[in-house]
């Protein structure tokens, strides 16, 4: 399995990103991407996570109404459309696949994701 992230970079506070995950070597569509982010010297925390198979989407409350996850399952691609985004909002984002739901995603439980991609920086300035 490979997980490969793209679209960051720089923005202005008040702009948007896309980041997007493209998967590959899931044999079927049951399992779950999330996205976590991790910003200097803090923990690498989940922000959002959908369900391929279903399309259940699910987001931390830092950035709900602001973020929206979707999946292409034609394309095996996962996206992430940050709205609004915020200083605060800057940080290493990784993909990450998990085959048995989003609790790693949303308790923030690194040691539970099977795959992790690079990572994509994002950078919010004021």
């Known amino acids: 399995v490979q997980l490969v992230e793209s679209g960051g970079g720089l923005v202005q506070a008040g702009g948007s990103l896309r980041l997007s995950c493209a998967a590959s070597?899931?044999?079927?569509?049951?399992?779950?991407i999330g996205w976590f982010r991790q910003a200097p010297g803090k923990e690498r925390v989940g922000v959002s996570c959908?369900?391929?198979?279903?399309?259940?989407?699910y987001y931390a409350d830092s950035v709900k109404g602001r973020s929206t996850i979707s999946s292409d399952n034609a394309k095996n691609t996962v996206t992430l459309q940050m709205n609004s985004l915020r200083p605060e909002d800057t940080a290493v984002y990784f993909c990450?696949?998990?085959?048995?739901?989003?609790?790693?995603?949303?308790?923030?439980?690194?040691?539970?994701?099977?795959?992790w991609g690079q990572g994509t920086q994002v950078s919010v300035s004021s």
């Open positions: 990450a696949a998990d085959y048995w739901g989003c609790e790693s995603v949303l308790g923030s439980r690194t040691d539970l994701v099977d795959y």
């Open positions: 070597g899931f044999t079927s569509d049951d399992y779950f």
């Open positions: 959908i369900s391929v198979l279903d399309g259940t989407a």
